[in-house]
């Protein structure tokens, strides 16, 4: 295989991969991003970051699925602090209905009653009456897990040039993944904006992420060890980052706390938000545009799917092979 000289434009979690992946494969890789500091101009610092192709098929089609069982085997050969709990979903009784549709949409899980749930997390016990138990997915801790990436990329011999904006001029090739920046070349990119926040609760320890399913405010909550968790996510069409506004913080929180109303005691750390880049169909494309191909459109799904974009780009330069759904 002849050895390229790659630049790759934007260090989120899709850059990440990329840079990673290619670096071993034997590129030379030189990872570009705008921010002086990593991680702070990019949408993928706000992620869950769930690994769940199963309960995600809910609101997505079955390419999503597919893709991110393959991302999780990356995950798993790739990253040891991967945490491998599944993940659990519960609703109240009264949205008992919300519960069984999310069961007709999804694959991968089992129906769990109370002593189940109880003994899935504890600190649940006698507070929902039944749940679904995705034994078959993941979960990372974003910053922890890109911090690894990118060391991991510099050690396969990737060079990260902070504060740039634009690929050297040797570059055999640019693949770019600036998320919604790139809006500029692909015009149909759109933002989906979501707000979330940390707490920190000694009170309540959950092992994986759990979802409570409501009609009007669904909520996740995400633990990241250390008493730390994420409660997310408002989903917004809207290309603003910023501030969380006080409606999105009330229905998050008061969600948070008909979860477990312990969490009222928690201590909020962080508000924040990031906007998703988004095709129209809300599925992730590889665009090649002959020495320039985009890597974008991960919504929802960055960290599940950012590892199979990358194992497909690097395919595609090693053989030309192309994912007929995915590539264009
Ligand atoms: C609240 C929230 C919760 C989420 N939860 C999950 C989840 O649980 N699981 C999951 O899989 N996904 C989740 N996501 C989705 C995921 O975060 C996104 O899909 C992902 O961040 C997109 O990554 P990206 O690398 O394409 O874009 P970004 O992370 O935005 O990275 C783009 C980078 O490009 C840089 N850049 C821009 N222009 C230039 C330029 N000219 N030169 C160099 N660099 C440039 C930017 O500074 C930025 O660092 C969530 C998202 C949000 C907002």
Redesign the pocket.
Known sequence: MSKKNIAI????????WQAYTLARAGHGVTL????EN???????????????PYA?EEGAEKLIREL?LR?IELWRAHYPDTQFQGSLIVAAARDRRELDRFARMTKGHERVGEKQIAELEPDLAGRFLRGLYFAGEA?VQ?LAAMEFLLSAAQQAGAVARFG????PGNADLVID??????RDELPELRG?????LIIRSGEVTFTR?VRLLHPRFPL?V?PWGEELF?I???QIESDE?GPVTVRSALELLSSAYALHPAFGEAEIIEF???????FPDNLPRIIVKGGHIH????????????PVLAEMTALYIKDGVTHREVFS
Do not use: W
């Open positions: 434009l934007g260090a989120g979690i899709a850059g990440l570009i991003e705008r921010s990593p991680f702070e101009e990019a949408s993928s610092f706000y992620a869950g970051a769930m690994l769940a995600e991110g991302g979960h974003p740039r904006d634009k690929a993944c600036r998320g919604l920046a790139a989906v904006r979501g707000e979330r992420p996740y995400v994420l997310g996510a408002t980052s924040g938000s990031g906007v998703r880049p988004s890597v974008n459109g991960l919504y929802r799904h960055g960290f599940l799917l950012a």
